[in-house]
Every structure is written in C-alpha cells, then in structure tokens.
C-alpha cells in the first residue's frame, strides 16, 4: 500500500511539473506574439510616409495642363478655401487657362517654410500672348493623415483676386491682299453680313432653331454646337453664318436681281425670329469671283487638324488658313499675326496688370503678274466650256493668265456652302472644282512645231524634201496591219511648212520615224518632259510615254502628230512655244509681280536659231495664210503665229465615240509690239463644234480685247 501511494504521490508531482511548462511555454508564446505585433506595428509605422506639400504641388500643377479640374478640386482643403464649390472651382480654372491657351507650364520648387507650411514656386507657361513667368506661394493645410492645398484666386495669378477677371483682348492682323500687275485687288477685305443669335432673347428654343436651320440650310446640330460653345453666355453675340450685305450684294458678288431679292427675303424671315441679330462683318472678298477661282483659290477657318499640322505657328481658333490657289500657296507672306494682351481686369473693367502682349503684325500683300482683265476677258468666252487657258509674256516669263472652266464662286466658300451647294458642285459632270490648268492633255497638233523643230535639231529631215502626196490615208507598211494614219487635207508640195499650214498628221508621222524612239525621247526629256516646271505652282509633268519609252514604232509615229501616249501641260507648251521667240531660249514662267527684272531662261539653247526662225515662218503662215487653219485669228495690225490642234480621246483604236479636244496656240513675233502675248487654250468635248476652229474663234475674240484695250 505504501508503494503504491509514493507511486500516486509521484504521478501528481509529475503532472504538475507538466503543467507549469506547458503555462510557462504559452506565456513565453504570448510574449513572443506581443513582441511581433510591436515589431510589425513599428514597421507599419515607419513605412507610412506622407506626401509633402512640395511633392503635392507638383503634382496640383501637373494636372492643369491635362486640364483634370477635379482631380485639383479633390487635393483642397475646401474650408480653407473658403468653401468655393466644385462647380464654380472648375469654371474659373478653366476659364481662364484655356481661355488665355495655357501649355508648356513649367515649375521650379524654390523653398519650403514647414512652420508656415508655405511652399515658394517659380511658374512659366506659353500662352496666346506669349510666356507669362512668376514667383509665388502655395499654402498647405496639415490633418492627421496628410496635406491639404488652401486655394485662393491668387494661386492662379498672384494678382488675381476673386472679384478680377482674366481678360484676353485680340487685335485682328490684316490678311495681304492678292493684286494683279496694275494693283487691281483679286483678294481683300469685304463687308456681308453675319447671321447670329443672342441665347438670352431665343424664345421657344427647340421651334427657333429649325427655323433658322431651315432658312440658312444647315443642320439643327451645327446651330447647337456653336451655341454650346465654352465662351457662351446668355448675353454673347453667337455668330451663326456670313450672308450677303444686302445693301452691297450687287458690288460684292455678281449676281441677278432675282437673287437678291430671294436674299432679302430670307434676312428679313429670319430677323422675325425673336434672339437673332444680323450685323456687318468683315470677310475675304475675291472680286473676280469663277474668273479666277482656280487660280486665286480660298480661306476657311482653322480646323483641329490645322491645329494639329501647324502647331506654334500661331493660328488659334477663329484663325483663317488658305485652302487652295494663291491663298495656300502663298500663306506664310499673307496671314499675318493676330495681336494679343492677356491683363487682371478689376470689377470696373479697369485694367489691373498687364501679364503678356504680342503686338499685331499686317502681313505683306502679294502681287501677281497676272492682268485681271486678260482673265476676265478669257473666263467670259471659255465659262461654259471644259477647258483652260494660260497666257505668257514670252519674253519675260510673266504669266498674265490661268483660266480653268467651268470653275465656281469662291466667294461661296468664304458665305459658307450649304450642304446642298456642296453636293451639286461635287456632283456636277462637269467638275466645276477641277483645276484644269494644272493638268496633263492629249496636245494633237499643237505638238508639230515642237517635232519639226527637234527634226531640223537633229537632222533628221530636210525641211525641202516633199515626202509625197500620199492622199488622206496612209500606213508605213503591211506589218501595221489595218493600223492607218489619217489627214484632213492633201496639198502639194509635201514639205515642212505646208506640213505646218496644213496640219498633215501623215508628214510628222512620217518625221517621227525618221528622227527614231531614243533621239526623240532624249530631246522631249530635254525640253523639261517627264521634268517639274519651274514655277511656283506645282503642274504635272508633261510625258511622252505611259512608260519610261516609246515602245512600239506605231506610237512613235503616232507621238509625231501628238497622239500616241504624249501628254502635255498647257503651260509647258507655251514654254516650249517661248523658244520660237527668244532666238531658241525657253522662258522660265513667273507668277510673283517684280518691276524691271531681267528674264530668265529655263532651258537655254532648246533649239538653234536658224531652227527656230523657220519653224516660226512656218507657224506664221498657219495664221496667215488663207489655207491656215488658224486663218480665222488673222489680223492685220498685229503679226501673229501659232498652231491649232485636235486630239482624239478614245477607249481603244476601234472605238468611234471617243471625244476630242481642241487647240489653238498663239503670239506675237515681234518684240517691239506694244503688248506681246502668248495664248494656249484647249477645250474639250470640240468634236461635233468644229474641233480646234472653236478655239481659234474664242481666242480671236480675246485678243481682240487685249489689242483693243492695250
């Protein structure tokens, strides 16, 4: 028993000790536990760093030119700044930043007053009226967790208290104008009038604006966008459309009476609509309205692309940029810069503190040397044709004409086209649009001149031999097949300048094969085919082939009368025509106006000068000679030569319903003559209305003019 007991007494004693290790081990586990959270506590601790209010800075004026007004507003202590809401905050920030066009802002950290909680910056940024730069201070509030911008008027301009405005005044820059020789405007200003509504006095919206949408013949969206404009208010002038000035319609564009009134009518429906206004406006006036809309072109306001395309060259929104002709071509010379100031303006309207200015700079005027009335004169005979025409001084290079036809009213352009206006000059067959002067043509016989000449160059024909009289059909030999060359006339003897007074297609069929593919490629290369002409508008090349030869003998002396592949600009052929003229110099054409300059040659030596004296005899006698068949634009005051010309368009060799343009190339040979000039014009769709004896009337007429005025 006793065993027994001292072995139960041992097993208790045991327990114990068991117990108190397992308590001792769990008190030694939750020290270690405790130990951890303080650690881990501590470690938290010190990894919470909050932001400082330099860093905070940083990142407000980060967010202005991003233009993320709430993310600005969320970083204010909004008591602090005198409780200003998120509305009103977000209106006067962008307000004023992107009403003065805030970019390239730059800070500079200057110092940090930590018992004030005040950080001391330097800010510059670009604007429209150039950089603004200043020092200033951003106050922080601090709370348990982190900082807190106090915002006041002042953080925007140290000046700027709550009841000044940020005012940007403009200067309007006078766009150049564009003159002809004798100063006479072919663009300027004008006076229309502008069409706009005023939101305050717009009465029963919704039903107003169709209205006027109906009458001014665009979209309802158009009216709202521009009313939903950022500049907006009840009491702005929202300038809608530029219509005519009804009191000046018949002095600002050409147009009938029944038009006007129609004009008048219209004004007067829409001033029945309480909130619209219409009041004069100046505009960008093309006096010679479709004379010379290809040539002089047009502007229209800038476009986010333009923004885009000409960045930092200061064209803002209400900007003009030219869009074709003369007015692109010559943008730099004519825009001009507008003039800006950006000042605090208190609550009088007084001026506070002037913080940027760009003076105004008038842009220089351009002055053509094209003759106004030579314009008008070609445009009035051509108007209701597909064609064009250009004329030179072929001893000075200036060009006193460049007529495309049908053309279109660029005054339109700057009234602004309605969607149905746009969609007939798009639509019209006639490609009213289509700068014809520019382009390529089918020369026909207005090419012979330039193949004789390079004949007589290379020696490759003798301007006495008589090739024969072969009738009015004639083929090389059988390998052509049913391949023929065909004429008009037959004449004896069938030589080089009967060639030319007749326009025989056999004869320089003929004289292309005898002057052969490679020396005729490598003399029409060296009077500027396949070449840009050097002028300041650009013109297609002219080319002798589709491709980099004449590949076939049949197109060689197809390209001998000016069929085949041959495409000429009508402009290069009045060059090439300058050498018959100017002892076998091409001219260098010019459009820039400049007093007593001497000429300058293109192409010196093109041709010898016993060449070019005959081939001119020749094509004297074209106009001369009752035979000629440019007899119809004789005169006898005035000595006169050139060539007609009649190409025959077609799908395919078989194909009889091909069309036909028409020629007619003529100047004066005499460098004494009072007024020399050099015509070419060509028109298409003759065939059926006398091929290239339509032209030589038209162009009779319009030298009568030029003689007659000159």
Sequence with gaps: MKRRYIMKEKSRHKQKRNWEKIILLIIIA???????????????????????????????????PKQEYEEMYAMLDIEASDNISKEDFIKRNSAIYE???????????????????????????????????????????????DYKLVWQDSLIFPDLCATDNVKVSVTQAKRGEILDRNGRVLAGAGIASSVGIVPKKLKNREKSIKKIAE?????????????????????????????????????????????????????????????????????????????????????????????????????????????????????????????????????????KKELACIPVLHRQNVQLTIDANLQTYIYEQFKTDKGCSVAINQYTGEVLALVSTPSYDNNDFIMGLSDAQWTELNEDEN?????????????????????????????AIDPLEDYGNEGVSWQKDESWGSYYITTLHTYTPVILENALIYSDNIYFAKAALRIGAKDMEEYLMRLGFNKDLPFEMDMEKSQYSNTENIETEIQLADSGYGQGEILVNPLHIACIYSAFCNEGNMIKPRLLYQKDVPAE?????????????????????????????GYAAYRDDVALA?????????????DDLGTELGWFAIFTTEKTVQSPILLVSMVEDVKGRGGSGYVVEKDKKILEAWFHRN
């Excluded at 601790?45 to 407000?60: A, G, I, K």
Aim: aromatic fraction near 8%; proline fraction near 3%.
């Design 601 to 629: 040659y293109w192409i010196k030596g093109a041709f010898k000068k016993e060449v070019v004296s005959r081939v001119q005899e020749g094509m004297k006698k074209v106009v001369s000679n009752s035979d000629g068949t």
């Design 99 to 145: 009403g003065i066009d805030m970019k390239n802002m730059k800070l500079e950290i200057i110092s940090y007053d930590e018992k004030e909680k005040a950080v001391t910056y330097y800010t510059s940024f670009d604007t429209v009226a150039g950089n603004i730069s200043f020092k200033n201070v951003a106050v922080f509030q601090e709370n348990e967790t």
């Design 30 to 64: 939750m020290g270690i536990a405790v130990i951890g959270v303080v650690k881990v506590c501590g470690k938290i601790n010190r990894d919470v760093v909050r932001t400082s209010p330099e860093e905070l800075l940083v990142d407000y004026m980060n967010h202005i």
């Design 642 to 654: 050139g060539k007609t010309g009649t190409a025959e368009i077609k799908t395919s060799k078989d």
């Design 215 to 351: 009458l001014l013949e665009i979209d309802t969206q158009t009216i709202e966008e521009k009313l939903s404009a950022q500049w907006v208010d009840d009491e702005s002038f929202v300038p809608i459309m530029t219509v005519p000035k009804i009191k000046e319609i018949e002095f600002i564009r050409s147009e009938t009476d029944n038009d006007i009134s129609k004009e008048k009518e219209r004004q007067d429906k829409l001033m029945e609509i309480p909130g619209i206004m219409i009041s004069d406006t100046e505009i960008r006036e093309y006096p010679l309205g479709e004379a010379a809309a290809h040539l002089i072109g047009y502007v229209a306001s800038v476009d986010s692309d333009d923004l885009k395309e000409h960045a930092d060259e200061g064209y803002t929104v209400g900007s003009v940029i030219g869009r074709s002709g003369i007015e692109a071509l010559f943008e730099e010379r004519l825009r001009g810069r507008n003039g800006y100031r950006i000042y605090i303006a208190d609550i009088t309207g007084k001026v």
């Design 431 to 459: 490609k009213p649009l289509y700068n014809r002067f520019r382009q390529v043509w089918c020369p026909g016989s207005t090419l012979k001149p330039v193949v004789a000449a390079i004949g007589l160059e290379s020696e």
